[in-house]
T-cell receptor, first 116, second 110 residues
C-alpha cells in the first residue's frame, strides 16, 4: 500500500524562528500533496495544495509568506513555517494522492508544532 | 463552497452498532470518504463511496445517497480500539481537494 512519511513528528521552537516540515511519498509518485492544520478537537483544515514543479495554491486566509510550500519532486513536499508565533502551534498533516489515483489520499503521521 | 455536517459525539458500549450520519453541500461531487483518527495520529482510510449504495469493509460499512447528499458510516461489533474521531470528507470539483466535516468523536465503553 501507499505510505507517506512526515518528519519531524514533533518540534518545539522559539518564537520568531522558522521550522521546516517534510512530507515524502515512499512507494508512489504524487503530483499533488496537500497540507492541513488541525487544532485540538477540531477538524482538518486545508491550508494549501502543492503541485510538483509549480507554485502552491493557498486556501483563503492562509498567509503565503508565512507558510512556504515547496514541491520540488514527485515524492517530496516541504512546509516551512516562517517567523513562528505561539498561535501557529498546531498539528500539521500532509496528504498525497498517487498519480494513478489507485490509493486514494494517504496521510502522513503529522507534526506537532509547539512555539514557545 | 462546501460544507459537511456530522454529529459531534457518540457514545456506545462494546459490541454495539453505531451509525454516523453526514450530510453535505458541495459544488461538484466525486465521492464521499470516511477517515478514522486516533488522538495525535494520522487519519486512516476506512471507507469510500463514489456511487450510491453500501460499501462493506470488514466491521465498517459506508452508505451513500447522492440524490439526498447524505451518507453514513456504520461501525459494527464495536471494540474499545474503535474509540476515535471519524471524519466524513468530500472530494469536490476543484483540483482533487478534500473538504472535511467537523468530526464525530466515538467513545466506546466496556
Amino acid at each position: 500500500g501507499a505510505v507517506v512519511s512526515q518528519h519531524p513528528s514533533w518540534v518545539i521552537c522559539k518564537s520568531g524562528t522558522s521550522v521546516k516540515i517534510e512530507c515524502r511519498s515512499l512507494d508512489f509518485q504524487a503530483t499533488t500533496m496537500f497540507w492541513y492544520r488541525q487544532f485540538p478537537k477540531q477538524s482538518l483544515m486545508l491550508m494549501a495544495t502543492s503541485n510538483e514543479g509549480s507554485k502552491a495554491t493557498y486556501e483563503q486566509g492562509v498567509e503565503k509568506d508565512k507558510f512556504l510550500i515547496n514541491h520540488a519532486s514527485l515524492t517530496l513536499s516541504t512546509l516551512t513555517v516562517t517567523s513562528a508565533h505561539p498561535e501557529d502551534s498546531s498539528f500539521y498533516i500532509c496528504s498525497a494522492r498517487d498519480i494513478q489515483g489507485l490509493y486514494g489520499y494517504t496521510f502522513g503521521s503529522g507534526t506537532r508544532l509547539t512555539v514557545v | 463552497g462546501q460544507s459537511l455536517e456530522q454529529p459531534s459525539e457518540v457514545t456506545a458500549v462494546e459490541g454495539a452498532i453505531v451509525q454516523i450520519n453526514c450530510t453535505y453541500q458541495t459544488s461538484g461531487f466525486y465521492g464521499l470518504s470516511w477517515y478514522q483518527q486516533h488522538d495525535g495520529g494520522a487519519p486512516t482510510f476506512p471507507s469510500y463511496n463514489a456511487l450510491d449504495g453500501l460499501e462493506e469493509t470488514g466491521r465498517f460499512s459506508s452508505f451513500l445517497s447522492r440524490s439526498d447528499s447524505y451518507g453514513y458510516l456504520l461501525l459494527q461489533e464495536l471494540q474499545m480500539k474503535d474509540s476515535a474521531s471519524y471524519f466524513c470528507a468530500v472530494r469536490g470539483a476543484a483540483g482533487n481537494k478534500l473538504t472535511f466535516g467537523g468530526g464525530t468523536r466515538v467513545l466506546v465503553k466496556p
